[in-house]
């Protein structure tokens, strides 16, 4: 019976979540749900009833090294893979894949984000058991497409052909990040999913991918055969990612091939990529407000609140913001104001590193 590998992609920075997520400690190692464990260690725990923890990858920048060693103890060097810089998503797939490959040509891959929040975790193991089994044997590559809840237009969507009878269902298309108006159609549609960025193919058939799609990646990947599981794999990994072009897997490889597939997930999901998801995520008061923290609030409502616990914040007639202080940062912004993360910290690091 082939065995189950689980890859755990934790290389981002999470710019989004700034200043709470630093580029010291990015938002996957740290506990934004208040359950005593971070997003990473809650996306370990979830794999565990697939797979033994021997069996379970984490790949991310070299930066992060030590952050994954101290939150997961429990996994070996060979199971922590270090980038020396971001190539995007095909490279963090093949990495894994052709190392696991030199150990069990004949097992089967899960890749999944570490940031993500999954609630009902039986339901996630039974649908992602769907998969596995529909992944075993086969040429199949399939993606966990989470029931949308409303027009999200921060979100991939995956159109789907519709067959009641069958619980793994054939692609038809990927969309990236629609307008409004075009999200809403494809929601009264009915044949569309939110792509989550969780994928299970066998190692076989996710290498031959790579092989008939991203050939010159496949090259590059093939060629450390000698090296993995050695002491010589870093020094091939950091030549490797100076060779290897960025691009993501859904664009390289998922919207290309033929044998894509789909298996509803239809458990909590949350990709937690803004302060807006992430109040969605967390218990409300009356007012619609998150507090994380100490707060005394006045005609306030639809706002996230979060400072540390010797401090007191206090605010008056807002609607809908985020006010956090987070280290050396005070941020007080529209909470749905994500687009512009991006350019809060960079301006924050023209005023200096510290802030960033």
């Not at 969309?175 to 999200?183: D, I, M, V």
Request: hydrophobic share 40%.
């Amino acid at each position: 019976m082939a065995q189950n590998y689980v890859v755990i992609m934790a290389g981002g920075i999470g710019s989004r979540f700034w200043p709470y997520s630093r580029a010291a400690k990015p938002k996957q190692f740290l506990d934004v749900l208040g359950t005593g464990r971070s997003l990473i260690q809650m996306t370990y725990d979830r794999f565990l009833n697939i797979c033994p923890s021997d069996n379970i990858y984490v790949i991310t920048n070299k930066d992060y090294k030590g952050l994954v060693q101290e939150q997961l103890p429990e996994l070996s060097d060979d199971q922590i893979l270090l980038e020396p810089i971001g190539r995007n998503t095909a490279a963090a797939v093949a990495y894994p894949a052709f190392k696991i490959k030199q150990k069990d040509p004949e097992g089967i891959m899960i890749v999944a984000p570490s940031d993500h929040v999954v609630f009902k975790d039986a339901v996630f193991k039974e649908n992602l058991t769907t998969a596995i089994d529909a992944a075993t044997g086969t040429s199949k590559l399939i993606t966990l497409g989470i029931v949308p809840t409303r027009p999200e237009t921060g979100y991939g969507y995956i159109q789907y052909h519709s067959n009641k009878d069958e619980k793994v269902k054939k692609v038809k298309t990927f969309t990236e990040k629609p307008e409004l108006e075009l999200a809403q159609k494809f929601i009264e549609s009915g044949d569309f999913v939110w792509n989550a960025g969780i994928f299970i193919w066998s190692i076989d058939t996710i290498t031959k991918a790579f092989n008939k799609y991203l050939k010159d990646i496949a090259v590059i990947f093939e060629e450390g055969a000698d090296s993995y599981y050695t002491d010589k794999e870093q020094a091939f990994i950091d030549k490797a990612y100076s060779q290897c072009k960025s691009i993501s897997i859904d664009y390289g490889i998922m919207e290309k091939a033929d044998d894509v597939h789909m298996v509803k997930g239809l458990f909590d999901w949350s990709d937690l990529g803004s302060w807006d998801s992430l109040h969605e995520a967390r218990k409300k008061d009356e007012h619609n407000n998150v507090v994380d923290g100490k707060a005394v609030l006045y005609n306030s409502q639809n706002c996230y609140v979060k400072g540390d616990d010797d401090l007191l914040i206090v605010a008056q007639d807002l609607d809908g913001y985020l006010v956090t202080k987070s280290g050396n940062v005070v941020l007080v912004c529209k909470k749905d104001a994500e687009k512009k993360f991006r350019e809060f910290l960079s301006d924050a690091k023209d005023v200096g590193e510290e802030f960033a």
